[in-house]
């Protein structure tokens, strides 16, 4: 009956405590995947940390379900109920080859709470394959992490990988602020391919857009241009 599983759904967002969710997480696997996808799209919505921790175990269990809709409902509930040690696992799904988990696990990385997130995206800089630092950048320019902005002004002239110098160059554009123009302009001076030729113009009339007096636009221009 349609109205019983609506009210049931929102039974299962306004649970508060842990014993009901547990029975609500328990009953998961064994019902059909489009049952599956309304559960965990109503365990997401739970704000009770004692129900929500208990919902987060069964999201993560369903994350590596065999039915791709329950894993791309689950890669989407830990938007509201991952944390920090949730970021390999989203990493995977985006730098995966399925288009469609990509998306999803991208936007679950940008909105992810929590400032120790932030910590470990940027830590896990050091040492990544060159699709995995790609990744990494663009996550950490969409959260706007302005403490990883010095290591991806570096990364957008210094790393051996094309692909990960566009993306630290697309990161700038939202985290280089009015001090880093004079660093950007000359990152704009040694773009070694077209594709990040583009981007650094890009980014620097983003970068230029964000300083409010005229001279403090033109003087870096015109250091650059002498």
Request: charged fraction near 25%; include cysteine.
């Amino acid at each position: 009956d349609a109205a019983l599983k609506v009210f049931a759904m929102r039974f299962v967002r306004e649970v508060n405590d842990a014993a009901s969710a547990q029975a609500f997480a328990a009953e998961l696997s064994n019902l059909p995947a489009d049952e599956q996808v309304q559960l965990l799209s109503a365990m997401a919505a739970q704000k009770p940390p004692s129900a929500r921790g208990v919902s987060r175990t069964a999201v993560l269990a369903a994350a590596n379900a065999a039915n791709d809709d329950v894993r791309l409902a689950a890669l989407k509930a830990l938007r509201q109920l991952g944390n920090s040690s949730d970021v390999p696992l989203l990493l995977a799904a985006a730098t995966g080859d399925e288009r469609r988990h990509q998306g999803v696990a991208r936007e679950t990385l940008d909105h992810i709470r929590g400032k120790d997130v932030d910590v470990v995206l940027t830590a896990g800089l050091n040492g990544a394959d060159a699709r995995t630092r790609a990744e990494l950048v663009r996550a950490l320019g969409a959260r706007d992490v302005s403490a990883a902005s010095a290591e991806i002004l570096r990364l957008s002239t210094q790393d051996t990988d094309s692909n990960v110098r566009v993306q630290a160059l697309k990161a700038l554009a939202v985290l280089a602020q009015q001090k880093d123009l004079p660093k950007v302009i000359e990152i704009l001076k040694l773009a070694k391919t077209e594709d990040e030729r583009h981007e650094a113009e890009m980014t620097t009339i983003a970068v230029c857009e964000k300083v409010s007096n005229e001279s403090g636009r033109n003087q870096p221009i015109l250091a650059a241009l002498a």
